[in-house]
């Protein structure tokens, strides 16, 4: 029967069954199982505000950036402060914050492209925040401190800070959930930044308020989270807006990974391309239990392993780590974990990229590709890119840099992204594809298009759905899906 079939005739699977080995030198053979669904997809890309390379540069690279962005990316995320952005409440001795201009102008530049703006509300000012050290005791920031990313990106608000950290957030809710930026989501804090605790070799992330007789940092991350839904749930109230509209995501936790398990926390979640740490696992259960309620769970990661800074396996394996964090979570029992197999999954950041001696544009796009069609055949929803061209090693992003004349231009990963957003994006049914040789070739389909990745530095023979095809070294193909 040609045509999509009927929902009671598919099975909910993420992987097809794969096709019997080819013989040597017999084509590949691909073929989309339409029995066989993943789910529905609710995949959408997004960048965040790194620097300012999309407002003060080269005038024709920004443009041509920006043009990329409009119809391809869906979000945009802005940082309350750092990264590129001004404090906006920089003298403790002004009763309210100053200096909305910088965020003002970084959120503006969202809405203007047509993008929906999130903020993620990072770093705070200097006198709010101090250090944790490991006798206990804590440093306090000095105005000196501000922009020193040693000191302040290891800092969180100190405990008899917290009402005026939420207070800023207040401000900042009212001024951007009001027109022209309709602000309704939120990020809560960067990598729990700042809440290590070295005495304890863990994180603080309870609920515990902390010492708040002094100039303490010492309460947990999930305490703050709180305080800061429930100020922006009252903002929406107070402005009448829909409080189910307003999407707040934590607990943006960095997912380490170690190349073995003779290393600090290891679980017992060991895969191909690492061992994954216990503690931000306990981190993420916490938070779900603890929560006052949230919109989205947010996390980050890298392919790369922590105590080697390197790969276990090749970056393809690697690139596998997305997909198998949002399985980890949707296998929490939700009873336990309330909103572990139904709140939207979001990378705030992820990093994927080939070996850098061996790098070129085409293999970085296969890589990212087979890590975001892992990603959404897993169920995740939002990926947000850490800046539009990359951070300037290995890592290219979507587009050329913006800061020279001829810059701006679109790398081949950018196009891909543009196929995955408008042909296996949100709402868009998805079917697992049948391969032959899995070490050398994924795919992921819908009802009318199918995206195939060559893993290898080979041309490759195909046959898709009986079609033959050829794709070159790292080809990434997007074409019909003929269903037989």
């Known amino acids: 029967m040609n045509g999509t079939p009927t929902p009671t005739t598919v099975v909910k699977c993420l992987d097809a069954p ?28 997004g960048l965040s505000q790194i620097d ?61 492209l047509g993008l929906t703006p999130v903020i993620t509300l990072a770093e705070a000012p200097w006198w709010m925040k101090g250090q944790l050290q490991g006798d206990g005791s804590t440093r306090v920031m000095t105005a000196k401190d501000e922009w020193d990313p040693k000191i302040t990106y290891g800092t969180r608000i100190l405990d008899n800070k917290m009402d005026a950290w939420v207070h800023l957030v207040q401000r900042t809710a009212e001024r951007y959930m009001a ?23 863990n994180y603080d992330f309870t609920i515990s308020p902390g010492r708040p007789d002094g100039p303490n940092a010492s309460h947990g991350y999930t305490y703050m989270y709180n305080r800061v839904y429930a100020a922006l749930m009252q903002v929406a109230q107070s402005k009448q807006i829909d409080q189910t509209m307003i999407k707040v995501g934590g607990p943006y936790v960095f997912m380490d990974t170690w190349s073995s398990t003779q290393q600090s926390d290891p679980s017992n979640v060991i895969k191909k391309f690492g061992v994954f740490d216990q503690r931000p696992f306990d981190v993420i259960q916490y938070w779900l239990q603890h929560k006052t309620g949230a919109g989205f769970i947010t996390i980050d990661g890298s392919i790369e392993n922590r105590d080697t800074h390197k790969l ?67 169920g995740g929803s939002v990926a947000l890119s850490w800046g ?46 049948s391969v032959s040789d899995a070490h050398q070739v994924a795919a992921l389909a819908t009802d009318q298009k199918i995206i195939i990745i060559n893993k290898t530095d080979k041309t490759l023979a195909l046959t898709v759905n009986g079609t033959a095809t050829t794709l070159t070294p790292y080809q990434v193909l997007v074409m019909d899906s003929t269903h037989q």
């Open 388 to 433: 539009g061209s990359g951070d300037g090693s290995s890592d290219q992003g979507y587009w050329s840099p913006t800061n020279y004349a001829g810059g701006g231009v679109a790398h081949p990963w950018y196009d891909t992204v543009k196929a995955l957003s408008t042909d296996f994006g949100v709402g868009k049914v998805l079917y697992a594809v």
């Open 312 to 378: 276990l396996a090749d970056p393809f394996t690697g690139s596998e780590i997305y997909g198998e964090i949002v399985k980890w979570i949707r296998g929490l029992n939700p009873t336990f974990y309330p909103g572990s197999t139904t709140l939207p999954i979001w990378l705030a950041e992820w990093f994927t990229s080939p070996y850098i001696d061996n790098f070129n544009d085409v293999y970085d796009n296969a890589v990212k590709s087979y890590a975001m069609v892992k990603f959404i055949a897993a």
């Open 18 to 45: 794969d096709l019997p080995a080819n013989q040597p030198n017999e084509p590949i053979q691909v073929q989309v199982n339409q029995q066989c669904s993943p789910g529905i997809s609710q995949y959408q890309a």
């Open 52 to 112: 300012n390379t999309l407002l003060y540069g080269d005038a024709g690279a920004m443009s041509r950036a920006n043009n990329l962005m409009k119809g391809t990316l869906a979000y945009e995320n802005i940082p309350l402060m750092a990264w590129g952005g001004v404090d906006p409440w920089p003298d403790p001795g002004m009763p309210e914050p100053s200096d909305w201009s910088s965020l003002d102008q970084r959120v503006m530049h969202a809405v203007n």
């Open 179 to 201: 027109p022209p930026y309709n602000v309704r989501i939120f990020q809560v804090w960067n990598e729990l930044k700042g809440y290590f605790d070295p005495k304890l070799d």
